[in-house]
């Protein structure tokens, strides 16, 4: 079984978020998210409109998503991948060489973000609206 992870916040869900869950699960056969946990978020300096617990029951609901674990830390990823026996580390590329160290562990793919969306972009046009 081939196994992806990919890290994120997914508040507010859409559709830059499921292209990119669609796309890291099409890497393989089974796509673990590590959900930012709401003290992450805050040391991320994000405020998630959601709570960890409402974010992790929308992403479970996602039939690209097997497994749901917490981001707690930066420091966490190279022992999350060996934990589970990661082949693929996915994140969209904005994040574009961030997690080449990750290269000695598990491939590392940075795929295109979904352009003209995003959960601030959501925010500050419902503050217009
Ligand atoms: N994304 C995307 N297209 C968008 C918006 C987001 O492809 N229009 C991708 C991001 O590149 C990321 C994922 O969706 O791979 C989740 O995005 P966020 O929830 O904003 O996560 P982020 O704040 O980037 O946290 O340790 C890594 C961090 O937890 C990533």
Not at 75 to 90: A, G
Not at 103 to 114: A, G, S, W
Request: net charge negative; charged share 30%; proline share 2%.
């Amino acid at each position: 079984m081939k196994k992806v992870i990919t890290y994120g916040t997914f508040d507010l869900l859409h559709t830059g978020h499921i292209n990119i869950l669609r796309r890291a699960k099409s890497l393989g056969d089974y796509l673990i998210v590590a959900l930012s946990s709401d003290d992450f978020n805050a040391s991320k300096g994000k405020e998630a409109y959601y709570s960890y617990e409402q974010r992790k029951s929308v992403l479970e609901a996602i039939r690209y998503v097997d497994e749901v674990i917490p981001e707690d830390t930066w420091e966490q990823k190279i022992q999350d991948v060996q934990k589970h026996n990661v082949d693929v580390f996915v994140m969209g590329d904005d994040w574009e060489g961030k997690f080449d160290f990750l290269q000695d562990h598990c491939e590392v793919v940075y795929l295109p973000r979904t352009v003209g969306i995003s959960t601030t972009k959501i925010k500050t046009d419902l503050n217009q609206a």
